[in-house]
């Protein structure tokens, strides 16, 4: 993951990887993203975690495919 950013009042996490590919995952709740930020392994965490917790699939946001 080269960034994550998280809007609070819509809950939604978006994640931007090495790759340059963006992604928005909607319904995320608060507590998935603050585990995010305080992993040891962000990748690990956000692998075992946040796929689960949105009630949605990802939103593709790049110009570009991954």
């Known amino acids: 993951m080269r960034s994550v ?3 609070w009042a819509q809950q939604i996490l978006e994640v931007e990887f090495t790759s340059g590919a963006v992604y928005q995952y909607l319904e995320v709740p608060a507590a998935v993203f603050d585990g995010l930020m305080h992993a040891e392994s962000k990748g690990r965490y956000f692998n075992q975690e946040t796929h689960l917790q ?3 699939g990802p939103t ?3 110009p570009y495919p991954p």
């Open 60 to 62: 593709f946001l790049s």
């Open 54 to 56: 949105g009630q949605s």
């Open 5 to 7: 950013g998280y809007d």
